[in-house]
Nanobody
Framework: QVQLVESGGGSVQAGGSLRLSCAAS????????MGWFRQAPGKEREGVAA???????SYADSVKGRFTISKDNAKNTLYLQMNSLKPEDTAMYYC?????????????????WGQGTQVTVSS
């Protein structure tokens, strides 16, 4: 069983930055791939960024060039640096883990989820 705890959400004006963190209880084969997802009210959960155990990354087109996913294996922590934030980035952001070997942005491929952290971007 893997536990994931997100932090770092908040409110920011458009053009601003936030860094989300996700502390994992452990890095195991169940966390070969880790990702960030978001869900806005009335919308489906969508993949934002993912990273596998070798550091290969994948990004949604909507965040390429603005968001950066990274992880610190020594701290069992996943990060999402979000720059140039837009109002359409407003959502609940979730951290997730999967035993898959390649980075995936499909929510159905992930087995473990955090409780989420809210990001609100005002215009």
């Amino acid at each position: 069983q893997v536990q994931l705890v997100e932090s770092g959400g908040g409110s920011v004006q458009a053009g601003g930055s936030l860094r989300l963190s996700c502390a994992a209880s452990a890095y195991t084969p169940s966390t070969n791939c880790m990702g960030w997802f978001r869900q806005a009210p009335g919308k489906e959960r969508e993949g934002v960024a993912a990273i596998d155990s070798e550091g290969t990354k994948s990004y949604a087109d909507s965040v390429k060039g603005r968001f950066t996913i990274s992880k610190d294996n020594a701290k069992n922590t996943l990060y999402l640096q979000m720059n140039s934030l837009k109002p359409e980035d407003t959502a609940m952001y979730y951290c997730a883990a999967s035993s898959r070997w390649a980075p995936s942005l499909a929510p159905g491929n992930f087995n473990y989820w955090g409780q989420g952290t809210q990001v609100t971007v005002s215009s």
